[in-house]
């Protein structure tokens, strides 16, 4: 089922390594909650910082531990069309159903539209299970417009995005589009994009809290905006101090006092501060008063 809130999941490290153990205590309670599924390798994952051997196995072990009700997007996104497919081929052959790309940007003069529409078309046509497009600007530098998006959503095997953009004149145009899959990825307009009628939302901070996030959008869908969005304001303030203000790092700090297995980040990141965890902690703290 492509639809509802999925994780954006973290990838925890133990001294430079993945640590599986404490991936799998995750993804276990995780799949406790009202989630969709994990999207694993996503931006929060530090996928950039992984070898292909790392994300195979990531998949793998993601696959293996997810009950059957559950559904796992895998982000295949690489530079070169050539990894993005290998990959998509890996993911494919674990039993993976969906897969999502993020556009490659490393030489952003010459990605023009004509070259970014090559990728995901040629991506679409060698994969053999159905993609959905990633836009996330603040961290390629590249913003997907509306009418590549469109071009893109003609693609038989191009179900669906995940739009991080926040523009929600661009969440309109998408919601026009026909049989087309539209997940947000921006946790300031959740409540927004869910009035307009986006499918899900697949977040960093439902690592966190996956059951309150379920919940905003839950109620908005039942007509309890008043309710949604007392829980979005906390869930938003949690969010903007524990990631906001620390990066994945604060994340990861943050999943370690709500009982997660956070793991450390892998470096060039490093772990925050004694006095950073205090206020991650205290932001922590308030979240849990304004849900009681």
């Known amino acids: 089922m492509l639809e509802g809130i999925f994780i954006a999941a973290v990838t925890p490290f133990k001294n430079d390594q993945v640590d599986f153990a404490a991936l799998k205590q995750n993804l276990q ?9 994990i999207l694993a390798l996503g931006s929060t994952s530090e996928f950039v ?6 994300k195979i196995r990531i998949i793998a072990a993601a696959r293996n531990i997810m009950p059957p009700e559950k559904t796992l ?6 530079e070169s069309v050539a990894e993005t497919v290998r990959l998509g081929h890996a993911a494919a052959e674990l039993g993976v159903k969906f897969l999502i790309a993020v556009n490659p940007h490393y030489y952003k003069p010459q990605l023009k ?3 970014l529409r090559r990728y995901f078309t040629e991506v679409a046509e060698r994969v053999t299970v159905p993609l959905l497009i990633y ?7 590249i913003h997907l417009s509306l009418d590549l998006i469109r071009q893109l959503a003609e693609h038989e095997n191009i179900i669906g995005i995940k739009d991080s953009s926040g523009n929600l004149e661009q969440y ?3 919601m026009e589009l026909n049989h087309f899959k539209v997940f947000t990825g921006d946790l300031n ?3 927004q994009t869910t009035l307009m009628g986006v499918d899900g939302g697949i977040f960093a ?3 966190a809290v996956p059951q309150q996030i379920c919940d905003v959008f839950k109620l908005v869908k039942q007509d309890h905006a008043r309710e949604a969005i007392k829980i979005h304001r906390a869930a938003m303030k949690l969010a903007r101090s524990a990631i906001g203000d620390f990066g994945l790092a604060g994340l990861k700090k943050l999943l370690q006092l709500m009982g997660y297995a956070g793991g450390q980040p892998r470096l060039p990141f490093a772990e925050v501060s004694t006095d950073d965890a205090a206020k991650i902690k205290q932001a922590y703290e308030r979240f849990r008063k304004e849900m009681e």
């Open 205 to 207: 901070l439902a690592n």
């Open 49 to 54: 910082f992984l070898n292909t051997e790392e």
């Open 172 to 174: 309109l145009g998408l």
């Open 189 to 191: 307009s959740l409540v």
């Open 29 to 37: 309670t995780w799949c406790k909650t009202d989630i969709s599924g």
């Open 73 to 78: 997007i895998a982000g295949i996104g690489c």
């Open 113 to 115: 539209e004509d070259v």
């Open 135 to 141: 836009n996330i600007p603040k961290f390629t530098g």
